[in-house]
């Protein structure tokens, strides 16, 4: 999920650039916007009429550092990466320019914990879940992710093909992402996985041997195995659970005002291809990363 090279993705190999051919825009909304925040009229969507936090502008949530290849630099207003140049389009459709967008610093896991918001919406690579949704409200998806297993490439574990192959591992994830939840409902370690606050960490950790195998969304896997930690190597991906896939959202506040206005804004960009382009610019193609069964 999280990175922490500084260097620009136009550097790196050319599987970085292309298309993601599996983790593809996603189709259907319905993991997004609870039906009770849903009934805004498109008047209330109109420029100048969203209930934002601040009147005239549009306050985006995400944590720090913000990683490659969801933003470059550590700089969420550059518009380059993913997730800045997403923002900037859902505020774009919202009616706001670039200029308009202000930033602030929210950690991972208190974009989705329970309590009042201090931004509009969060975009921070957060997973839609029934169970995130008790507390927030999610967008449509604008994203569909798969999670991925990075291990060295001389370490036994990274000529894995199984989920199986990996249950004697010593794994590693960030606490509170859907990776964690990956090692344990579908590999289920013997060993208790290492759980950390920051993927810098857990990339520490396998540098160091105190781990086999760290697991992260797949676009920050291969970013970390072409930019960040070149002795390692994708070992593979886990197929969508029960063939529902796993989608990225923005967050909001609980019963926003403006969940369906950014939805609305989210299903627009998909319809148009603004979605797609996006994904081509700046996320990894998965063709070469073996599903792990």
């Not at 498109?42 to 985006?60: E, M, N, Q, Y």
């Not at 308009?100 to 931004?119: D, H």
Request: glycine share 8%.
């Amino acid at each position: 999920m999280h990175l922490t090279a500084r260097s620009l993705l136009p550097a790196l190999p050319a599987l970085l650039v292309i298309a993601a051919a599996t983790a593809c825009a996603p189709q259907d909304t319905s993991t997004g916007a609870d039906a009770s925040s849903s009934g805004s009229s498109a008047s209330a969507c109109d420029p100048g009429a969203l209930a934002t936090r601040a009147k005239g502008k549009l306050t985006v949530g995400t944590d720090k550092p913000a990683y490659a290849p969801w933003f470059q630099d550590d700089d969420p207003a550059s518009g380059k990466g993913f997730e800045s140049a997403v923002t900037y389009a859902v505020a774009k459709a919202l009616g706001y320019e670039k200029n308009q967008v202000v930033w602030q610093t929210v950690p991972f896991n208190n974009s989705f914990a329970p309590g009042e918001k201090n931004f509009d919406f969060d975009i921070n690579q957060v997973s839609i879940s029934d169970e995130r949704k008790k507390a927030v409200d999610f967008s449509s998806g604008y994203y569909d992710v798969r999670q991925a297993v990075i291990a060295l490439k001389d370490s036994p574990y990274a000529k894995a093909t199984t989920a199986a192959g990996l249950k004697d591992a010593k794994l590693g994830a960030q606490v509170g992402t859907t990776s964690l939840d990956t090692i344990n409902q579908i590999i289920k370690p013997t060993r208790q996985p290492a759980v950390f606050q920051k993927n810098d960490f857990a990339k520490s950790a396998l540098r160091n041997g105190q781990v086999d195998a760290i697991v992260v969304d797949l676009p920050t896997a291969f970013y970390i195995t072409g930019a960040e930690v070149p002795d390692a190597k994708v070992v593979g991906q886990f197929a969508d659970s029960a063939g529902v896939a796993e989608r990225f959202g923005l967050v909001l506040d609980k019963g926003s005002a403006l969940t369906s206005c950014v939805t609305r804004a989210v299903d627009g960009l998909r319809a148009d291809g603004t979605l797609a382009a996006l994904e081509k610019q700046w996320l990894a193609d998965a063709v070469n990363a073996p599903v792990l069964k």
